[in-house]
DNA sequence: TTTCTATTTGCACGTTCTTGCATGTTCTGC
DNA sequence: GCAGAACATGCAAGAACGTGCAAATAGAAA
């Protein structure tokens, strides 16, 4: 096994799961914890990720995204919730991806080996997948809005209305059980409206300071999510909400 | 069997597998492992690949490269042709920049206080801009490439049609006087031509090593360049030829 | 075809890199 | 504070590497 690759898995484990310990890392790779060790420590040199007693955390990815990641705390809770999103795809699936920090984290999550077809109007979830040499994907163009990352308007409209997906990852957004998903633009809005209309059905991963919350556009009922995926710290009492109206819900 | 034979299936292995082992490739062709690191070391010279210990892996094609001190000069020069080319611009102005690595630092290069309207279809270019305020930003959609990092297709061509700019900064091509401007891949070619025919002027920054290099498809004649800059060392009597056939030098 | 030249290839050599082990040190949980 | 795990460091074996050189090969010229 080759150095690099081996580095490459590690910070793919990074990304989904936020942390790694070295004795793993070493039985799954056949080689020495040393050589782990080693691994670990060029990598936290090059920032990919901190190293800890008995393993490695992963680090605040300031230059690896360099596009609309504000919340820097969450970092581990978002690559957990990405960990347990990427849980759902299988080989030869479409999707839709849009923007936020934690869509770009699944994007980050989802395994080199895995083939797929994505379309995104987000410019960090094309950055992240654009090393991802199994994934076909489209970037769907459009203004860009600087604050969100993304493409909007009528081209973008006019690119999703050509295509179809299996699953549409839905980021970043307010999410209330009886006002359902909103968004706090309105051109975004329009866009995550026409990405959930041409997707058999929804994903959402959120962390708990986005449930039982509304942003003035809406997007979908409730009863349009599929998948919600959740913090296991999350109220059981709003999930039950969600889950009355049809979703399933994945613990991180 | 022939060199650029080994070249091309080395290339479609890194692209299909992101990887490859020198002594896996040297056995598969019946050739030792010498001629294959040979071959690996042309391929990441040329940008194909990135070389490391036991083989090669594929190239982030315009991921910065911050640690790497090999391009270390190129990347000099880079930023040089970069700072000459936005000499050209002025305020208001509306620009397509296509992909190449010349093309990202020209973007980068360009100053936060210029209001700008840019249409890229290049990854690398937006990621490059989204940090800056006063650039009014369209991301020309399409299928991504990933030895590119641009996106190409009927729908980048159809959003290409619809603008028009003032500049075009065409990037990472041959260049001859002759043959004139040409690209190593015909979407590639087919979307240059398009935001050449749809632009005022065009202006292109090249290193030297581009300099009299041709490649299969044709872009655009070389009397249609408005604004050649090169590297104060580009040999004269190629510029000559150049500048009778109605372009600019700017020396770097 | 034959000859000449330029390129490519394989081999030998010395060098560099990676890796696992041994050693001694530091850290964590009890 | 103690025991054990995790860690850093030094070291040696082996793999991978680059370079110089000669043989082999391809392509052009005669």
Redesign the interface.
Known sequence: M????RH?LIRDRLAAEGRVLAGELASRFGVSEDTVRRDLRELAK?GHCRRVYGGAVAAAPFAAA??GLRGGHAVEEKARLAGTAVALLSRGQTLFIDGGSTNVAIAKAIP?DLELTIAT?S?GV??AL??H?LV?????????V?DL?T?VGA??LA?IA?LGADLFFLGSCGLDASRGVTAFDSAEAEVKRAMAKNSAGIVIAVTNDKLATAAPYRVAGADAIRHLVVEKTAPAAILADFERQGAEIHFA
């Open positions: 080759l150095t690099d690759q490459q090059a360099p596009i080199r109007n410019l094309a950055s654009s090393d040499p076909e994907l489209t970037m769907l163009g459009g203004r860009f600087r990352g493409c081209d973008t690119a050509q």
